[in-house]
């Protein structure tokens, strides 16, 4: 028997003991090139068939790769390439040659994908998440990879070093023979928290969690440090030695650049990709339309084929697993032939903030290499540079003195500045845009907060603008007695929270994150936390929660807010203990619209005075909460984005908010506007007339189907018999309240309109229950104008 036999035997034995194969993430590619040695060579996992083999295209010859066994995901080098058995328990490498060599089998550890430099192969193991690596050599050594966390996300190979993403941090970890480049590409990412990341040559580039393009590296002597101007622009990158190529999320069209220009083929234009990989100097892609490779760039010879003649090639590893993460990708059953499933790639995060306008299809982003021709330009920038530099350092001698004379400098507490701008974009004459001071997503969302808030057009607002309190844990934790049961208040999807009490008296509400990587999302919780306190820091008005401070220790994160004694109106209208009139000071129905009124002024501001426009995206009950004096207050903006003016739409990534309170309209059509927090408030301008739940079950005892407040409410308004929903609890209106309870109905119907269009404007809400309000007192005609009821929308 040959040796190439023998080890062909040997692996499928070892296949058949493998287990089933999960969700795959990090570099489980399906389309792997070699570079090097006389010609290049392109493989792919073939689609369509039972067996999932292996056929590669060098020198215009097509070949299956022996064994003819199912493979999972495949990484190409220098000269070689391997690839990873289905169930990943065995590594198998090919030589320039093509002959067989198995570096890794273990059916007990298996690997869930693979990584591959010019001398150096990596692969995450699917247990633990640890890294193993392999050099190619006369002996195969294994080494783990021992950096204090041992757990990886996804990984990638350059020349002589890898870099991965740590699972519990998000922060990027390199290693490898090359520690040199290794610890220079580490450096650039260290403040930066990222998405993904991918090595090429003697560079990196990834997504971070934010959704911008970050690349840094050499490559042939320049230079590549830039941040794009985009977030959400880009999804799949690859890298070569002197270029950079990504696929457009808008459109999966590809753009190139570096490599003097010779990447940004018309070749391309029009066509949409799954997956790129790249060589050293070409560029390899995997079509949407029929599953084709296309090749392209100066390395490619000139006498291969743009469309390479291989079979369909899979989209994306089959696996053993139902995909309940994000879903399965279309075709996957045809496209395995019913082995497995093909795991569709996550989106955008739901609570990330929404990306910007991608730029037309005929320009590639606006990066920045050097040393470039713009050195004139450059030296005009370090000019200004130092000059900007001399002020600043003039106004921090200012303000160190400033410091020491009023003794803040010696204070305990430290002072969270929203305001971080971490990273210089580019300008309109061409400076560069620096790696020096990385994006994160916490700076980014302070920063686009800071942006958000600095013009305010009321002055209420800007009093302790970017004034927010960071306390310790340990603080924290003193305050609450160890976050005890007796201080719980309540729970919700970002946490705990519990009622505390500071060293200095006050008394403050603590909210809880959850915590660890095993949470599932951790991650959301993270944003909603920088979202907190990106808006909560810079925004000042009587209906609005106010943010005290917040503590950020390790994998701790807790918001501090003003404790607000009467809890939420939801507990007022839902509570068991509420079943009679007497049993809550809001069993009047002036008691409830003035809280409609309050809440709805504190939105009012969100929608037309701060600058940009805030929507909150989750309007409910339960995040209206009631001070010591029975003012309700707005709270909750881990889902709020600045958004357009009030009349304008614009589609995040997903819809958010609760079920029952959210826009029907967003929901469906994924339209967002400030109409669909006026949605929200509809709902809840039916529970306090109905004092029913936004979801509650239409038979007694909490039993039959569930039914929405809005399809019980509005057709009764609707019919003149709105005395059979109101609340029993509050009784029927009293001769001054009729009309002002009416009034607050038909405003309610008009709020949750199916189209935003046919909604009113949150000014046109405030004005009638304004004059609801007054219609309750008996002098109606007091300080509030009686002037004609405005229920039409703008």
């Not at 039972?50 to 056929?55: D, S």
Request: proline fraction near 5%.
């Amino acid at each position: 028997m040959t040796p190439t036999a023998t080890i062909t035997s040997l692996i499928l034995t070892l296949i058949a003991l493998s287990p089933p194969a999960h969700c795959l993430s990090g570099s489980a590619a399906t389309v792997a090139v070699v570079y090097g040695g006389d010609s290049p060579a392109v493989c792919g996992i073939v689609a369509d068939c039972h067996t999932h083999q292996i056929q590669c295209w060098k020198n215009g010859e097509l070949t299956y790769i022996q064994p003819n066994i199912s493979f999972d995901f495949i990484a190409g080098g220098r000269e070689n390439f391997c690839g990873v058995t289905s169930g990943g328990a065995t590594v198998v490498c090919w030589d320039p040659s093509l002959s067989p060599k198995r570096i890794y089998s273990n059916e007990l550890v298996t690997l869930q994908s693979l990584t591959m430099g010019d001398d150096q192969v990596c692969a995450i193991t699917s247990l633990t998440n640890s890294v193993r690596c392999w050099r190619e050599g006369r002996n195969v050594i294994s080494a783990r990879i021992s950096n204090g966390y041992d757990q990886f996300r996804l990984i990638s190979s350059g020349l002589g070093f890898s870099c991965g993403i740590l699972m519990t941090t998000n922060r990027v970890f390199c290693w490898g023979s090359n520690s040199a480049m290794a610890s220079q590409i580490q450096a650039k990412f260290e403040n930066l928290l990222m998405e993904d990341i991918v090595v090429g040559g003697n560079q990196a580039c990834g997504l971070n969690l934010t959704g911008f393009l970050i690349c840094t590296g050499i490559g042939n002597s320049k230079n590549f440090d830039f941040l794009s101007d985009t977030a959400y622009e880009f999804s799949g990158i690859a890298l070569g030695a002197d270029h950079i190529c990504a696929i457009r999320r808008s459109n999966g069209s590809v753009v190139c650049w570096g490599g003097n220009g010779e990447f940004s083929s018309n070749l391309t234009e029009g066509i949409s990709f799954e997956s790129i990989v790249a060589g050293f100097n070409f560029t390899c892609g995997l079509t949407t339309s029929d599953f084709s490779i296309l090749c392209w760039g100066p390395g490619w010879p000139s006498s291969a084929s743009f469309e390479l003649p291989l079979l369909k090639i899979l989209p994306g590893p089959c696996v053993q697993s139902n995909c309940s993460h994000c879903g399965v990708y279309p075709q996957s059953e045809i496209l395995c032939s019913g082995s497995g499933n093909i795991c569709k790639p996550c989106g955008i995060p739901a609570i990330s903030m929404p990306p910007t306008s991608p730029p037309p299809l005929s320009s590639p982003p606006r990066v920045y290499l050097s040393p470039s021709p713009r050195s004139k330009v450059l030296r005009k920038g370090l000019l200004a540079f130092l000059i900007v530099g001399s002020v600043g350092a003039f106004s921090g001698m200012c303000t160190i003195i400033f410091c020491l004379w009023t003794g803040i400098c010696f204070g305990n507490k430290k002072i969270h500045n929203s305001v971080q701008p971490t990273i210089a974009h580019s300008n309109s004459n061409g400076g560069l845009t620096s790696l020096t001071s990385p994006l994160s997503r916490s700076s980014t969302l302070r920063r686009q907060g800071s942006r958000a808030m600095r013009r305010q057009r009321s002055g209420t607002s800007s009093k302790h603008a970017d004034k927010a309190e960071e306390f310790s844990f340990s603080d924290l934790s003193v305050a609450t007695n160890n976050f005890s049961m007796e201080n719980k208040l309540g729970a919700g999807s970002y946490g705990v929270v519990y009622k505390g009490k500071l060293w200095d008296g006050r008394e403050v509400a603590i909210k809880r994150g959850e915590t660890g990587a095993k949470t599932k999302k951790f991650q959301e919780k993270e944003i909603a936390f920088e979202s907190e306190i990106a808006f909560l820091s810079r925004l000042h008005h009587k209906h609005l929660v106010q943010l005290v401070g917040y503590c950020e220790e390790r994998d701790e994160r807790l918001l501090v807010y003003e404790f607000m004694k009467n809890g939420a109106l939801y507990d007022h209208l839902h509570s068991p203990n509420n079943t009679e009139r007497s049993s809550s000071l809001l069993n009047s129905w002036k008691m409830r619209i003035k809280i409609a009124l309050d809440a709805s002024r504190g939105i009012e501001y969100l929608h037309n005075y701060a600058v940009p426009p805030i929507i909150h995206r989750d309007i409910k009950s339960s995040n209206i909460l009631l001070d010591s004096d029975w003012v309700a207050r707005v709270s909750d903006f881990g889902l709020s984005l600045m958004g357009p003016e009030p009349d304008v739409d614009f589609r995040p990534t997903k819809a958010a908010g609760t079920v029952g309170y959210i826009d029907p309209e967003y929901y469906g059509l994924n339209v967002l506007t400030a109409k669909s927090d006026v949605y929200g408030l509809g709902v809840v301008l039916l529970e306090l007339l109905t004092g029913k739940r936004a979801i509650f079950k239409s038979g007694g005892d909490g039993g039959g189907d569930p039914v929405s407040v809005v399809d019980f409410t509005v057709p009764r308004i609707l019919a003149g018999e709105m005395v059979k929903v109101l609340d029993t609890r509050v009784g029927p209106p009293e001769v001054s309240e009729a009309e002002a309870v009416e009034l607050v109905a038909y405003t309610a119907v008009r709020c949750v309109n199916m189209e935003g269009k046919d909604r009113p404007s949150m000014s046109d809400i405030v004005a009638n229950l304004e004059r609801a309000l007054a219609l309750c007192n008996d002098d109606s005609h007091g300080s509030i104008s009686s002037g004609p009821i405005s229920i039409v929308s703008e």
